[in-house]
C-alpha cells in the first residue's frame, strides 16, 4: 500500500474508460450539470410550505427508547 505524501493533494483521475460503467456515470453527470436546470429552484421550499411543518413531515427522528 502506497503512503500519501502529505506535501501533495489527492488529484482525481479525470478520464475514464470508454465503455465502463464508471464513463456512463461521468456522462450523465456532466450532461446533468451542463443542462441549464436551476437546481436551488428544483429544491426549494414552496411559498405555501411552513418550514416547521416540512421539517415534521419530512424530517427523521431516531426514537428508540
Known sequence: ???LN???T???KKKFEPGTLKY???KQAQAS???GINLRAVV???QEENLN????V???TDCSV
Open 53 to 56: 411543518d416540512w421539517i415534521a
Open 6 to 8: 502529505s506535501k501533495q
Open 1 to 3: 500500500m502506497r503512503k
Open 24 to 26: 456512463s456515470l461521468h
Open 44 to 46: 426549494a421550499l414552496p
Open 33 to 35: 450539470l451542463s443542462s
Open 58 to 60: 419530512h424530517g427523521e
Open 10 to 12: 489527492f488529484r482525481p
